[in-house]
């Protein structure tokens, strides 16, 4: 079985490390830019597009999602990467759970298909994490969390306990939600923000945000 890495950007990077992590070597990675076919990411040879993985057997070949987001006041971010998501799973494509090997998932907690939990990250007992979900750098679920399909808990940021994420949400880089907060789906956290009381679905929280391209 092959493990094919899709985007070949910056998360697909530290995709590719924590697999290392676990001793795992993805077979290749796949770019949009055509100009970078026989190039190497990381010492992975990018071998073409989607397109090329698509015309693979779906039984011979799991892939992992590496494409990133960029969040804005506005939106999550999060739409591209969720379409990569679904659309190879639609054809039946795998896409396993990585995780870090210096992440520490509490012994009751499994992931959702195409999980990542990357280097240092906490995900305490009775957290629930959803398909396609990224739990990044350091952040932490704690206990009876639940973070909803194609989520994104970015680098630092803390889930007290029992927070729920909506689906397609984006928790920013060092924020904190405190416990029992709910997080509408498609909501907006920004940078270190401190979130007390709920949010609606697809609103932002956290004050100012830096709109610049």
């Given at each position: 079985m092959s493990l094919v890495v899709l985007c070949a950007g910056g998360h697909a990077r530290v995709v590719i490390e924590a697999l290392r992590s676990r001793g795992a070597r993805p077979t290749a990675v796949t770019?949009?830019?055509s100009?970078?076919?026989?190039s190497f990411l990381g010492g992975i040879p990018i071998?073409?597009?989607d397109e090329d993985v698509l015309a693979m057997k779906a039984e011979t070949v799991e892939l992992a999602n590496g494409l990133g987001n960029r969040a804005s006041r506005s939106s999550p971010g999060l739409a591209g990467r969720r379409d990569l998501f679904d659309r190879f799973a639609a054809r039946g494509f795998a896409f396993p759970v990585i995780t870090h090997l210096s992440a520490v998932i509490a012994s009751d907690?499994?992931?959702g298909e195409g999980a990542q939990v990357m280097a240092g990250a906490?995900?305490?007992p009775?957290?629930?994490i959803g398909r396609n979900v990224l739990i990044n750098t350091r952040a932490v679920v704690e206990h009876d969390c639940h973070v909803g399909d194609h989520s994104h808990i970015a680098p630092g940021a803390v889930l007290c306990g029992g927070v729920l994420v909506g689906e397609g949400s984006h928790v920013g880089a060092g924020a904190i939600i405190l416990a029992g907060v709910n997080l509408g789906a498609g909501s907006v956290v920004a940078a270190g923000a401190v979130v007390a009381t709920d949010v609606t679905a697809g609103s932002f929280a956290g004050g100012e945000w830096d709109n610049r391209p």
């Open positions: 770019d949009r830019d100009a970078r076919k026989g071998i073409g597009s907690v499994t992931p906490i995900i305490q009775g957290a629930r």
